[in-house]
Structure formats: C-alpha cells, structure tokens
C-alpha cells in the first residue's frame, strides 16, 4: 500500500509572480478596507436601509463559511468514523477552515456600521438568545477557538526538539501532549458547533418570508443549508488538495482523492432530493415562468452545481483523473457560492425598496483583497509549517 511521509514545511521560495499578485490584490483590498473604517459604509459600499447587507454577507459570510465545511467533515470521517486513511488529508483541510473562518470573522467587521463592537458576544451581558444570528455569532466564535488549538501541535511541531529554541521546544512538547489528550473532546465540538452553525444560517433567511423569492424560500432552509455544507465539503477539500499540489508543483494525491471522491454522489444526491422534493411539496416550480432571469440562476445552481457533477462523480474515470475530477470538483462548490449569492442577494428583495442593490467597485475590490490575503496566508503558512505531508511511498500496513 502507498504511505504518507511526515508532514513538512515545503521550503518553497515566496518571490514567485503568483505571490506577488496576490500581494498587490491584497494591499489593494486593504486600502478599501482602511478607507472603510475610516469613512463609513456609506463611503465604500452601495448598501442602504432597504439593502442592508450586501457581496460582503453573501460572499465573505454566507459563502466563506459554507467553503470552510472541509475542516468538520474530514475531521468527522477521520477521527469519527475511523477512516485513518484519509489522515494526510486533515491537516490541510483543518488549515482552510481556520482560515475560512478567520478572514469571515474579518469580513464581517467590514460589514458591521459598529464594527468595533464585533466583541461583544463574548459578554453574557450581550447574549440575545431569541436572535439567530446571535447563535451563529457564538457558535463561530467557538469554532473558530477549537479550530486555533487543533491547530497549535502543528505550530507546535516546528518548534517542539529543536536545539536552536531551547526555551520554546520544552513549552511546545508539553503543549503537543496536552492538545493531543483533548483532541478528541476538541474535533466531537468541532462537529457539533459546526453543524449548529451552518444550519442556522438558513435560518437567517426564514424569519424574512416577504422579502425572499419564492423559489428560495422555504421553511427547511436551515436542513439544505446544513446539507450543502456537507455535500461540498469534500469537493473544497479536493479542489484545495489539486490545486496546492499544482501550485507547489508536487505530486497529486490520487490514492486519497479518488476514494474519497466516492463519498461526494452520496451527499450530493441527499442534497438533491431534498431541495427537488422541497419545490414539488411547496409547488414553487410554478414561478421559473414568471420569472426568467431568477429562474435561470435556480436551474444554474441545481444543473450545473447539482446534477451535472452528480453525474460526472459516478464514473470511476472521471474520479481517478485529476483534470476531471478538478473540474467535478470545482463545479460543485462554484454551485453551494452561486446558491448562497442567488439566496442573500438575488432572491432579497425588500417590498419598498425604492431602486435595485448593485455591487460597488469597493465592494468588489475588498472581497477579491480579502480572498487573495486568505490565499496569500494559505502559501505563507504551507511554507513554514508542517502542513502537507511528503510525496506517498510504498510501504506496508
């Protein structure tokens, strides 16, 4: 059977025009985001008292914490469901969810009039138990924490029989053996948070009957939000894999990604028939004729997200060829960001409002700076750290 080596910095050199771009996109976005602070949102962005959320919720929130859905369900099929094999996968995994969840966290400071009052759920003082987003603010919260001390042993790692830290090796061994005993306490909260989390943010939407389009609103939005987290948690996970392995020009993991990829038509096919029985049982197909424009992106996010990888994921070919299964890959978690962009902008629409919400260039520039910073990160930390584990080789059980 093949075998992973440990998992080690990859000592790649960061002065490559990929990063460079992405370190312009980065201060470029910044600059908005600075100018925000500084001026307000009225200066930045195009939001309003009918629109009051805008790109920022639909991308950097709606969309960032559906992405990061990779961390919770490998850590789930891993170290829940006992499938060591995937092991090498977790690290990586639990790497873009703790930055998903951080730059979303930042995201929304952008997105708050008050943003620096974005602490205060950490005071019971300021708890609000009848408010869903107050339970989705906490339940990040924590996350985002367990998500920060699963990932201190491989900080830790770096540093821990070091001869050059005589100090920090000893404090960092210790560290290593105290996360390790909890770890499991830590990933079972992960799991739980996780799924609290994402369901409740479909519940944002439910409490706003009026003013969302029928052919998105529905009262079991909270279950297809949490479904589609889950069916495109593995697809990120894969796309993160392939696409890292290009980028560092190492060698595609096809012995994990390929079975793993088996797990997906499950979990999309739930998916699916969830959200088509929803539409029979509430008869909202009636409304793709009366509306062209919102029912063509409905049937883009169903057929191209949905049903067409759905379809691809069935051949073993398709799975055990990188470009394929890439492209499979891809489609998938293009349809979870279109569905969360078609359900908290295109499918918002306040009865009185007085003229359409439009993007601003600010807007647009803050969220392409936010996302190349995350990926920026993603390189500066894959570098120094034990992160991606070596090329496989063969080995024996």
Not at 320 to 348: D, H, K, Q, T
Not at 352 to 373: D, H, M, Q, R
């Amino acid at each position: 059977m093949l075998v992973h080596g440990p998992a080690k910095p990859t000592g790649h050199t960061l002065a490559t025009p990929g990063v460079l771009a992405l370190l312009a996109l980065t201060v470029m976005g910044m600059g908005v985001a600075g100018y925000r602070l500084v001026f307000g949102l009225q200066a930045v962005t195009n939001l309003d008292q009918q629109h009051p959320w805008g790109l920022w919720i639909a991308i950097d929130v709606g969309t960032g914490v559906a992405l990061a859905a990779g961390g919770f369900t490998t850590a789930a099929l891993v170290h829940v469901f006992h499938r060591q094999r995937y092991s090498a996968l977790m690290r990586p995994a639990l790497l873009t969810a703790m930055l998903g969840y951080t730059f979303v966290g930042i995201g929304l400071m952008f997105d708050l009039g008050r943003y620096y009052n974005i602490w205060h759920p950490i005071l019971p003082s300021m708890w609000q138990g009848n408010s869903v987003l107050f339970e989705v603010g906490l339940c990040v919260m924590c996350y985002l924490t367990v998500l920060y001390i699963e990932f201190l042993p491989i900080v830790c790692e770096r540093f821990a029989g070091d001869d050059r830290y005589p100090r920090l090796g000893p404090v960092c061994a210790w560290v290593q053996r105290v996360v390790r005993k909890t770890m499991f306490l830590l990933i079972l909260a992960g799991v739980v948070l996780s799924c609290l989390h994402q369901s409740s943010l479909g519940t944002l939407m439910v409490i706003a009957p009026s003013k969302v389009h029928p052919l998105w609103y529905t009262p079991i939005l909270p279950l297809l939000f949490l479904l589609s987290a889950i069916a495109v948690g593995f697809p990120m996970v894969i796309f993160e894999s392939i696409y890292a392995s290009w980028s560092m020009k190492s060698k595609y993991e096809m012995h994990l990604l390929a079975p793993l990829a088996r797990f997906i038509p499950v979990f999309l096919g739930v998916y699916l028939a969830f959200k088509i029985g929803d539409m029979v049982v509430r008869e909202s197909y009636t409304h793709f004729a009366a509306t062209s424009v919102t029912g063509a992106l409905f049937a883009s996010e169903i057929i191209l997200g949905l049903v067409v990888p759905l379809a691809l994921l069935l051949s073993a070919r398709v799975r055990s060829s990188p470009r394929w299964l890439l492209i499979a890959s891809l489609m998938v978690v293009l349809g979870v960001a279109l569905n969360r962009v078609n359900i908290f902008l295109v499918s918002y629409q306040p009865p009185y409002a007085v003229k359409s919400y439009v993007p601003s260039v600010g807007e647009f520039v803050l969220t392409v700076g936010l996302i190349a910073c995350l990926m920026l990160v993603y390189r500066v930390i894959v570098t120094y750290l034990p992160v991606l584990s070596s090329a496989p080789k063969a080995g024996t059980a």
